[in-house]
C-alpha cells in the first residue's frame, strides 16, 4: 500500500527561527538553548520542539546532492543517535528521536557517547544513518546537532534544503503510530563493539610498549565514557586527567585548542611538568590537542600543538611511510604503471587549511608532495577523503574502498586546523575523525617517525610565526556577515592591485599569502563570531600584518555601528604577551606605526585605503 502524505505543519516559533536552526553556511546545527535553570525558554532557538521537527524532516526528506545523486531514508532505515554529556543534550536527542520514528524510521539510542563511537556505530550496528547531539566545544547556553546519511554529512547546501522544506510546510509521511519506527536501547551493545574494534587493533601494539609518559585530558565531557577503554589499551598506570572537571559550570570549556582552558583542569600541569604528553579532548571527543612541556600553557611558551604542527607530524608519515608502503602494495598486487602513477598523485596530496602556518605547504612540497587548499568543515574533509579513497580503489581494481584497504593496507591521514584528524579506518576505509582512536594513532605515528620529544621535533620543521586563530564576537549574525563581506572584498581588491600574491577565497572568507607571511579574514559559521589571523616570517612582520588587519578590522565595525570590543578573555595574547605590543587591539587604526608598516611593505596608495 502506497504511503499517505500530509504537510509538515511545523510549530509557529520552529518556522520562525529556521535560518537560524538550518543555516546554509554551516556545517551543522548550532543554535541558542536558554540559560541554566532556564533552558528552552521562549528565546530559546534549540528547542525540543525545534529538534523533533529536524528530525521529522530527515527522516523523510529526499536531498539533491551536488552531483545529482538523491539521497533519502526510507520506512524501516535505522538511524543512530548518541549525544554529550551536556544538560539538555539528552532531552534534545529524546525529541529528534521522536521526530524520526514518526516518519518509519526506527533508532538506536547509543547514549552519551563521542561522535567517533557514533560514526563507528553507524556502520557497526549496520545502522544508514547517525545524529550526534553537542554542542562540542561552546557554551552550555548552546546546542547542536550533527548527522549523515550513508558516508554523506548534511551540511551547507543540504541544510539550506532542510531549511526550505521547513519553510515551505513540504509533505512528511502520513503514518499511523502502529507504523512508527521504534527506539531500541543499544548503549551496551554500541560501547561493547566500539571498544572490541579499539581494542583487537591497539591492544597488542600498546601492551608492548612503554605508555608511562602518556596522560589523557577527558575534560569532563563524553571522553569519560572512555576512561576504561584508555586503560586497558595503554595500561592501568596511564595517567587519566580531567575527571572531576565540571564542563557545564561556566567556569571551564572543553576546548582542547585553548591553553587557559587546559590550565584550569587538575592535574595538566603537574604531567606536563614531568615531561608527559598530554592529549586533550573538546566535549564529544571528535578534536584533540597535544601538549608537552613545562612551559606549553603560559601565554608565549612553545609546547600546545594545534592542527597545523601536528600537520607536519601527519605529512612526514605520510610521505616517508603510508606512501612507499602503498606503492609497495600496489607493484604486489601488479596494478599497471598508469594507474599506478595516478594512485600516487592522489595518495600524495596533503590537504591544507586556510588557517595554516604557510611552512606546513613548504614542508610537505619540500618532500615531493602536492598540496590543495580545503575549504573548512569537517563534513566537506570527509567527503573528499572518501571519493579519493573511492577513485584510488576503482584505479587499483576493487569495486569497494574497503576491499582496497584490506589489500593494500593503506590509510589516509589530514587534519584541519580546528584539530578535526581525519583517519581513514583500517577496517572499511572511511574517513572519521575521532579523537578516542586518534590518541592510538598519534602515538604509533611518534614511535614511527622515532620522535622521544616533541620539542625536539618541531625545531627541525620550518618555522615562522602565526598568531592563534582570533576569534571576537561581533554584535549580530547580520553585522558579521556584512563586515566579513566587505574585509573580503577589501582584501581581494587591494591585493589583486599588488599582484604577486596568493588569493584563495573559500565560503565568503579570505585568505592572502605574501612573500614573507599571510593575512586570512573570515567568521565562524557556529557562532556571531568574527574571526582573523597573520603570520610572518618575524615576529615583526606577523604583528605588522596583524594591525593591518585590525585597522581594516575596527573600521568596519565601527562603520556597521558595531560597538562590540575585542574578546580579550579568549584572546588575552594582546595584554599577556609583550610580543605583540598591541594591548588596546580596538584603538589600531591606519595610522598606528605597526599598520603604517604594512602599508608601506606592500607599498599600497593610501589614496586607495578606502576604510
Known amino acids: 500500500m502506497s504511503d499517505k502524505f500530509k504537510a509538515l505543519n511545523a510549530p509557529s516559533a520552529v518556522v520562525k527561527n529556521a535560518d537560524k536552526l538550518l543555516k546554509p553556511t554551516s556545517y551543522d546545527i548550532r543554535a541558542y538553548v536558554g540559560e541554566p535553570g532556564d533552558f528552552f525558554n521562549e528565546k530559546a532557538v534549540l528547542t525540543p520542539e525545534a529538534v523533533r521537527t529536524v528530525g521529522t524532516i530527515l527522516a523523510c526528506q529526499e536531498f539533491v546532492l551536488k552531483s ?75 546546542n547542536g546537532a550533527k548527522f549523515g546519511i550513508s558516508t554523506q554529512g548534511v551540511h551547507t547546501y543540504l541544510l539550506e534544503q532542510m531549511n526550505t522544506f521547513l519553510k515551505e510546510g513540504y509533505q512528511i509521511r502520513d503514518l499511523d503510530s502502529s507504523e512508527y519506527g521504534k527506539v531500541t536501547d543499544k548503549k551496551q551493545e554500541g560501547r561493547d563493539i566500539y571498544f572490541l574494534k579499539m581494542k583487537d587493533i591497539y591492544k597488542k601494539y600498546f601492551n608492548q610498549r612503554d605508555n608511562s609518559m602518556v596522560a589523557v585530558n577527558l575534560f569532563g565531557g563524553t571522553g569519560l565514557m572512555y576512561k576504561d577503554l584508555f586503560l586497558d589499551i595503554l595500561g592501568k598506570d596511564t595517567l587519566i586527567l580531567g575527571e572531576d572537571t565540571d564542563v557545564n559550570s561556566g567556569h571551564v570549556l572543553a ?32 578534536r584533540g590537542s597535544l601538549t608537552e612541556g613545562s612551559e606549553a600553557l603560559t601565554t608565549s611558551g612553545t609546547g600546545h600543538y594545534l592542527g597545523d604542527a601536528l600537520a607536519f607530524m601527519l605529512a612526514d608519515y605520510k610521505m616517508k611511510i603510508a606512501l612507499p608502503a602503498l606503492r609497495k602494495a600496489l607493484e604486489d598486487l601488479k596494478i599497471n604503471t598508469t594507474n599506478m602513477k595516478a594512485i600516487e598523485a592522489i595518495a600524495n596530496t596533503f590537504y591544507i587549511d586556510a588557517r595554516y602556518t604557510g611552512a606546513v605547504k613548504q614542508y610537505v612540497e619540500s618532500m615531493g608532495g602536492k598540496t590543495v587548499f580545503h575549504p573548512k568543515g569537517h563534513s566537506l574533509w570527509k567527503e573528499t577523503i572518501t571519493e579519493n579513497m573511492k577513485l584510488m580503489s576503482a584505479l587499483a581494481g576493487f569495486d569497494t574502498i574497503e576491499a582496497f584497504v584490506q589489500a593494500t593496507g593503506y590509510r589516509d591521514l589530514q587534519i584541519e586546523a580546528s584539530l578535526h584528524f581525519f583517519s581513514t579506518d583500517t577496517k572499511d576505509g572511511i574517513p572519521r575523525d575521532d579523537a578516542v582512536e586518534n590518541i592510538f594513532i598519534l602515538e604509533q605515528i611518534i614511535d614511527a617517525l622515532g620522535i622521544k620529544k616533541l620539542s625536539d621535533y618541531f625545531a627541525g620543521v620550518p618555522k615562522r610565526f602565526t598568531t592563534k586563530e582570533i576569534r571576537t564576537v561581533a554584535a549580530s549574525n547580520e553585522q558579521k556577515d556584512s563586515i566579513t563581506a566587505d574585509a573580503v572584498a577589501v582584501l581581494r581588491n587591494l591585493f589583486t592591485i599588488k599582484g604577486g600574491c596568493g588569493i584563495t577565497e573559500f565560503e565568503g572568507q579570505i585568505r592572502v599569502d605574501f612573500a614573507d607571511g599571510f593575512i586570512m579574514y573570515g567568521m565562524s559559521n557556529t557562532s556571531p563570531k568574527l574571526t582573523f589571523m597573520t603570520e610572518g616570517n618575524t615576529e615583526e612582520m606577523r604583528n605588522n600584518a596583524l594591525a593591518f588587519v585590525l585597522a581594516l578590522h575596527n573600521s568596519l565595525k565601527k562603520q556597521y555601528g558595531d560597538k562590540e570590543p575585542m574578546d580579550l578573555s579568549e584572546n588575552d595574547f594582546f595584554v599577556t604577551d609583550s610580543t605583540y605590543n598591541m594591548p588596546e587591539p580596538d584603538k589600531i587604526t591606519l595610522s598606528s606605526r605597526q599598520a603604517d608598516e604594512f602599508v608601506k611593505y606592500c607599498g599600497f596608495d593610501k589614496d586607495v585605503l578606502d576604510f
Open 68 to 142: 545529482g545523486v538523491r539521497m533519502s531514508l526510507k520506512k524501516g532505515d535505522t538511524i543512530v543517535i548518541g549525544y554529550d554529556n551536556g544538560p539538555t543534550s539528552r532531552a534534545l536527542a529524546e525529541a529528534m528521536a521522536e521526530g524520526i520514528i514518526s516518519q518509519g524510521v526506527n533508532v538506536y539510542d547509543i547514549g552519551v557517547s563521542s561522535s567517533g563511537q557514533v560514526y563507528q556505530n553507524q556502520n557497526q550496528l549496520a545502522a544508514k544513518a547517525h545524529v550526534q547531539i553537542t554542542r562540542s566545544h561552546v557554551e552550555v547556553t548552546t
Open 255 to 286: 576546548d582542547p585548542t585553548r591553553k587557559e582552558m587546559l590550565a584550569k583542569v587538575t592535574g595538566v600541569g603537574k604531567a606536563l611538568e614531568k615531561g608527559m604528553r598530554v592529549h586533550s579532548f573538546d566535549l564529544d571527543a571528535d
